[in-house]
DNA sequence: AAGCGATATCTATGCGCATAGTTATACGAG
DNA sequence: CTCGTATAACTATGCGCATAGATATCGCTT
């Protein structure tokens, strides 16, 4: 590797141009983007560079491309869903498995709950002692149980480890959909989101982190006992 | 997003495919996939089609795509480095600056240092002990210094982790080529070097992951110092 | 007003041809 | 044996043409 330079092809260049634009331009979710046509006379190319290109940031789920009339690229806003996507072709290429996965969540919640603990605003606070974990049903239930986590995460004051946390949280779950707890455990989880929330918002930044940590240990323990087969499966990119 | 559905082009399937086959082929690096024309034949599609896809993964660091006689794709196996370049994508996406990055590295190497001090292995302690961190030279500083922390890095026990933590230090260094601590400040990182080299093999977790939260502190600062109008700059994908 | 069908407009993909660049290999000269 | 050159084999990219599919819009009918 250490000699293999990154071979910058056209077709590079032009998507990371058509980022810079979308970013600096500010460009938003559902904004258009010039029609193919256009863009074939804006850059000189040929269409297979630039469908080359505008496949990359496709693919990462910078743009969606509509046909029709008035179709084009369309500005999609990549989410934590498309950089775990992406992660997952690493994860897949280096045969690294879900029981990885959940491992790294367990490392890293009990740690973003303590930079929550520690960061989080008056607003954010509020929220989270609000967002109560919903036991009425499956739906609620896995809406709320999930929307738990993504708002400690949001709380951590860092992007990158926001983004990294919603990434391996999304990879589990775009594979198992739907990841009910037993109904009669569910009590067990909202005592400790509430007990997590209590730490966090009262910014007892070690309660939290012992809390999450003891939260996400059980959470492993049933995924293992649950799902023995998966955890021992490779992380594929699809 | 929600009801946004990932499109499944030909181009990502082929690459999915191949991927598939690099990782269960027990293909290495340096391995030579079929030449394109005889992948247009396999596969029954246009070059255009398979020129996107082999683009995703030679734009992943999957692949290199050699011209000449006996060319065609190579596998070259993914890196840190790669992945960092894709987060970066994302980053720029989202307006993330190098503050964020150097932050995030705040956070996690310290969970790096804690999670080697209580998982490495006798080989990887006295490995670590053996890597010093050379001053003899700006050369050798910067090569055993970098390779401190990748050693740490490996001894985490989550290769998810490792990856992360590579690709995030992979970043900054992409951007900052050869940043050197000044002469007389080496000495310091040497001893602080040390120090946590020491925790981690004598498995006290606690003190591995203070000295490292120390030090990273103390490199946040010198980088804010040195660099900055860069801290504030937007990560981009180049 | 609402629904349906037709039309226009775009992308998705394939095909064939072309030039240009890169690289491995073979051959000849020193 | 070594080095330089020529050749062959591949990719990189562009161009033009074609069919097929998706989607927005308009007009007509109920």
Sequence with gaps: MAGV???SKIAEAIAQD???QICDGGLTVGSQ???ETQMLADYGVGRGSLREALRILEVHGIIRIKSGPGGGPVVTGATTRDFGRMATLFFQASGITFRE???ARLVMEPVIARLAAQNCDREQREGLLAART???SDDAYLKTSANFHRRIASMSGNRILNLISHAIEDIF???VVG???PPEK????????DAIAEAITSGNADEAERLMRDHMAEYARYVEARYPALVDEVVAWH
């Design 179 to 181: 990841m009910l707890f």
């Design 101 to 103: 996965v959940i491992d």
């Design 173 to 175: 779950h775009e594979r």
């Design 134 to 136: 919903s036991t009425e």
């Design 5 to 7: 330079k990154r071979g």
């Design 18 to 20: 058509i980022l810079s």
């Design 186 to 193: 569910r009590d067990d989880v909202v005592d400790a989101h």
């Design 33 to 35: 983007l010039p029609s």
